[in-house]
């Protein structure tokens, strides 16, 4: 993804995209904070949505079909609910992250 840029027309402003267009449409978002050795589920699952996941604070380890995925503070990642996913805190710091449910 992209690295923080001033907008135009902005003043002491940042802003790094984290994703562009998505198809589908937001069903629900929620924040998570996940403790150093946290996370879930197990054993992976599946299901008909996918997530967006933003990093706010901390590290994620993403296993999406067994491969795993960093993902750090500032940075996103769309997990395709269909394919075998859970989310993990193997950091020392706690994991603050937003998901946000996308209908596929």
């Known amino acids: 993804m992209s690295e ?3 907008p135009p ?3 002491k402003f940042k802003a ?6 998505v198809e589908g449409k937001i069903v629900e978002s929620s ?5 150093s050795g ?10 008909s949505h996918d997530h967006l996941f933003i990093i706010v604070e901390g590290s994620a380890s993403i296993e999406i079909e067994g491969e795993k995925i960093k993902v750090e503070s ?4 769309l997990v395709p609910g269909r394919k075998l996913h859970s989310v993990w805190n193997e950091a ?6 937003i998901g946000i449910t996308i209908k596929s």
């Open 4 to 6: 923080f840029i001033v």
């Open 9 to 11: 027309n902005h003043f």
């Open 16 to 21: 790094k995209k984290l994703l562009g267009e």
């Open 31 to 35: 924040v998570a904070y996940i403790e």
């Open 38 to 47: 946290g996370g879930g589920p197990r054993p992976s699952h599946t299901h």
């Open 74 to 77: 500032d940075e996103s990642i």
């Open 92 to 97: 020392d710091e706690l994991l603050k992250m």
